[in-house]
Nanobody, 120 residues
């Protein structure tokens, strides 16, 4: 069984920073792309950033220059460094990864979500 566990969310003032982490665990054979989505109240879930196994990245226009995604393949972990946070970044942030679990096939897994609130 594969699990993605996020951490690092919380309350921060505008202009502040947070670092999210997401660790994949279980019977994992290989991990391909990893990424972060977010969902604000009343809005659809949207892609924030994604990273391939070899480190190629993709960002939503709204976070370019402020957020940085990275990963540690040895630890099966993806990170999201969020700087210059704005109130509109407030959302539940979800980690996702395309994983080949042992005895299974490639499929997308999701974490349980972590709340990020940007407010003074």
């Amino acid at each position: 069984q594969v699990q993605l566990v996020e951490s690092g969310g919380g309350l921060v003032q505008p202009g502040g920073s947070l670092r999210l982490s997401c660790a994949a665990s279980g019977s994992i054979f290989s991990i391909n792309a990893m990424g972060w989505y977010r969902q604000a109240p009343g809005k659809q879930r949207e892609l924030v950033a994604a990273i391939t196994r070899d480190g190629s990245t993709n960002y939503a226009d709204s976070v370019k220059g402020r957020f940085t995604i990275s990963r540690d393949n040895a630890k099966n972990t993806v990170y999201l460094q969020m700087n210059s946070l704005k109130p509109e970044d407030t959302a539940v942030y979800y980690c996702t990864a395309k994983i080949w679990a042992t005895g299974s096939v490639w499929r997308n897994y999701w974490g349980q979500g972590t709340q990020v609130t940007v407010s003074s």
